[in-house]
């Protein structure tokens, strides 16, 4: 089933949550709802599930205007952050719940339903604790038998809020790669809301950035990533420094160094920012006159393969800093070539970006 959502507005008071929001999702795909706390995924995310109605707008499914469809007739299978299974029933009654409350002429015999729950509990790869009850298993069993539970009722639509969002770092990279192979067996229409840019690029086909109530960008992870159409999407899909500086004539002067910008061959004293990926950064020892932004190593954290560093640039440097406002430049560089450079905490250092993202104002 394909969703259309056009020019979706809506209010809370005063206060916008969404503003003309439209957005095209083709049937079968897996599409992820990203952006910052607050930013309205989860009242876009209800709107679509028809448990808030927006105050301008309409949603199509399936070419049909359901914006006036009740909730329970919309096919939509959900599950929330705090997955609410049902404390008293066992796993296999959870599962079979939707399928025993249909009305009587739909309602499946009782050998369907056990054929239908065991195979479902199956596809989760539970069957094995069908008659254990919520309290006895883990969090992130749990959240697949409410995956189990939603897609008892063969959706049309599958709406996920923070579906792992309670779980710990592991449990939900499991079951980020769960979730995708179950969906490319089912290919059921499906929509998540994360706030983990991570989680939104390596799952879904086609990512929506939202922010403040307004989408940012829509794309495939690819093309998210590698041509962010905002500074904000540039910032918020990874750890990002932004130096302050003016673009003139193709070239962006920062302090302390210059920048090729042939897409900028038209501005003329532009303010401009420059946006670099840590990674991306060139860090070498000091040396007089050598070009670059001069900063000192303040500490550097070396874990595993990558040595990350935090750099304070010089005195006088006033323009610089990461995406968060403060003042540290942050550099990653392979944790073999920072112990071949010898560098010690304090040392004086000059970095260069490799690579850098500009953006001109005006
Ligand atoms: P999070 O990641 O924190 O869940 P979100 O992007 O899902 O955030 P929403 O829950 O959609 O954000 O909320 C968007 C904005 O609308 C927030 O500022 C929120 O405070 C506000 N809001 C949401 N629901 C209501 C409501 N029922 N009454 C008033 N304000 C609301």
């Known amino acids: 089933m394909s ?8 209010h809370f008071g005063d206060f916008q949550a969404l503003g003309d929001v439209s957005l ?4 079968g795909e897996l599409v992820a709802l990203l952006g910052p706390s607050g930013c309205g995924k989860t009242t876009l995310l209800r709107i679509i599930a028809g448990l808030e109605t927006p105050d301008r707008g309409s949603i199509l499914f399936s070419g049909e205007d359901t914006t006036d469809v009740h909730v329970r007739e919309r096919q939509v299978g959900f599950v929330f952050q705090h997955y609410a299974l049902f404390r008293h029933m066992t796993v296999f009654e959870n599962v079979a719940f939707g399928l025993r409350v249909k009305p009587r002429a739909s309602r499946p015999s009782e050998a369907q339903i056990r054929e239908k729950v065991h195979s479902l509990l199956s596809l989760v790869q539970l069957d094995w604790l069908a008659d254990r009850f919520p309290s006895q298993l883990s969090g992130g069993q749990r959240q697949r038998i409410a995956l189990a539970r939603a897609l008892a009722v063969e959706p049309k639509v599958l709406l996920l809020d923070e579906p792992f969002g ?5 449990v939900r990279k499991e079951l980020r790669r769960w979730l995708r192979r179950l969906h490319d067996d089912l290919h059921v ?3 998540f809301v994360t706030h983990d ?3 939104a690029l390596e799952v879904a086909d086609r990512v929506v950035l939202m922010n403040q109530g307004k989408v940012e960008q829509i794309g495939s992870p690819q093309q998210v990533w590698d041509h962010p159409a905002s500074p904000f999407v540039y910032g918020f899909l990874g750890d990002v420094n932004l130096f302050h500086g003016r673009a003139h ?3 962006v002067h920062l302090e302390g160094l210059r920048i090729d910008s ?8 532009a303010k401009a920012f420059a946006y670099v990926r840590p990674h991306d950064l060139e860090v070498q020892r000091y040396s007089p006159g050598a070009e670059g932004i001069v900063a000192h ?25 990461n995406a968060s406002g403060d003042s540290i430049i942050e550099a990653q560089m392979p944790s073999q070539q920072f112990k071949e450079m010898g560098l010690r905490e304090g040392d004086m250092l000059v970095v260069t970006p490799r690579k850098a993202r500009v953006f001109v104002e005006g």
């Open 189 to 191: 229409t499906s929509i």
């Open 3 to 10: 969703i259309e959502i056009r020019n979706v507005s809506k």
């Open 197 to 199: 840019q991570e989680e």
């Open 24 to 27: 095209d999702i083709e049937s």
């Open 262 to 269: 042939p897409e900028h061959a038209d501005a003329q004293d």
């Open 297 to 321: 190593l303040e500490r550097a954290i070396v874990i595993g393969p990558i040595a990350r560093l935090e750099l304070v640039p010089a005195e006088g440097y006033e323009q610089k800093g």
């Open 166 to 170: 309670a779980l710990d770092a592991k």
């Open 249 to 251: 004539e193709g070239e």
